[in-house]
């Protein structure tokens, strides 16, 4: 075989196995966009009656408000509206992996104005 053919012949197979070798980026990995946890708890507010046109801050919410939504299976934040009225909102844990049919329900979404 002459040598330019191996040279050839492996440089084929070199270039038929790069794609294989390139590691790919499982979709589960792929962040969430920008400003979407805010919209959604800005949703939830509104959902629950009180007017909260865009949220403009996310922060932790006070230790014994935290601990009364952790013992109802729920994820406490301190939402800051634009108009400036703060709100107390619980969310459901996320469940990893795949859903379990025996699972019970997530508890439903919580909101309170802070006073």
């Given amino acids: ?31 969430p966009p920008p400003g ?3 919209r959604a708890i800005a ?15 996310l922060g932790a919410a006070d230790p014994q408000d935290a601990a009364r939504l952790a013992a109802q299976g729920l994820d406490a934040a301190l939402a800051t509206c634009s108009g400036g009225a703060r709100y107390v909102v619980g969310t459901p844990r996320r469940r990893y992996g795949a859903p379990d049919p025996n699972a ?3 508890p439903a979404p919580q909101v309170w104005p802070l006073r």
Avoid at 3 to 29: H, I, K, Q, S, T
């Fill in 104 to 106: 019970p329900p997530l």
């Fill in 36 to 38: 979407y946890r805010e």
């Fill in 43 to 57: 949703s939830l507010i509104v959902a629950a009656g009180h007017a909260c046109p865009e949220v403009t801050g």
């Fill in 1 to 31: 075989m002459p040598p330019f053919r191996r040279v050839a012949m492996a440089l084929g197979v070199a270039a038929a196995g790069l794609p294989l070798a390139v590691p790919m980026a499982p979709r589960a990995d792929v962040p």
